[in-house]
Nanobody, 114 residues
């Protein structure tokens, strides 16, 4: 059974930065395209960024140029570096395999507020 554990969220002022981590266990990780998703209150979960096993990346327009997704296959971990944060980035952030989901983790709360 795959377990995903997200961490690194918190409260940050607009313009600040956070680095999220997601550790996967229970499965070979390196073959999977992984994504970071977020869900704001009252909104549907949306894909923020994804990274293939080879390191190719795609970003949602809303975060392009501000967020960077990366992975360390040896550590079964995917990261999301978030810079120039905006209040509209406030959400619970989750990682998961792209398109064909494993069980969702608990997520990590990111709050951008002054």
């Amino acid at each position: 059974q795959v377990q995903l554990v997200e961490s690194g969220g918190g409260l940050v002022q607009p313009g600040g930065s956070l680095r999220l981590s997601c550790a996967a266990s229970g499965t070979p990780f390196g073959f999977a395209t992984m994504g970071w998703y977020r869900q704001a209150p009252g909104k549907q979960r949306e894909l923020v960024a994804r990274i293939t096993s080879g390191g190719s990346t795609i970003y949602a327009d809303s975060v392009k140029g501000r967020f960077t997704i990366s992975r360390d296959n040896a550590k079964n971990t995917v990261y999301l570096q978030m810079n120039s944060l905006k209040p509209e980035d406030t959400a619970v952030y989750y990682c998961n395999r792209f398109a064909t989901y494993w069980a969702w983790g608990q997520g990590t709360q990111v709050t951008v507020s002054s």
